[in-house]
């Protein structure tokens, strides 16, 4: 069973940055496609950004291209969201998430395991 604990998550201001963390355990974390979610109070899970197996394809959701960046490292377990010029609309509950899979994944469904959810919130 896979597991994915997130870290990183915290309180910055409207034009800060943060860097969140996915550290899995239980599999064969470079056979697994990653992605990151994000849930806001009151509204439905919604795609962030995802990531090839190998670490060399990504796919944002529009809305967060050219600030957000994904990335991998296969040899610690680890998948990353580098969070810049953060905007109060970014405030959520972020998750990630893992499929065994070839391609890239942009719904929630799609995917097989979930990490538990670590808060940002971003002031004005």
């Known amino acids: 069973q896979v597991q994915l604990v997130e870290s990183g998550g915290g309180l910055v201001q409207a034009g800060g940055s943060l860097r969140l963390s996915c550290a899995t355990s239980?599999?064969?974390?470079?056979?697994?496609?990653m992605g990151w979610f994000r849930q806001a109070p009151g509204k439905e899970r919604e795609f962030v950004a995802t990531?090839?197996?190998?670490?060399?394809?990504?796919y944002y959701a529009e809305s967060m291209k050219g600030r957000f960046t994904i990335s991998r490292d296969n040899a610690k377990n680890t998948v990353y969201l580098q969070m810049n010029s953060l905007k109060p609309e970014d405030t959520a509950v972020y998750y990630c998430?893992?499929?065994?899979?070839?391609?890239?994944?942009?719904?929630?469904?799609?995917?097989?395991?979930w990490g538990q959810g670590t808060q940002v919130t971003v002031s004005s």
């Open positions: 998430a893992a499929k065994s899979g070839v391609y890239l994944y942009i719904r929630t469904y799609e995917y097989d395991y």
């Open positions: 239980g599999g064969a974390f470079s056979s697994y496609v």
């Open positions: 990531i090839n197996r190998s670490g060399g394809s990504t």
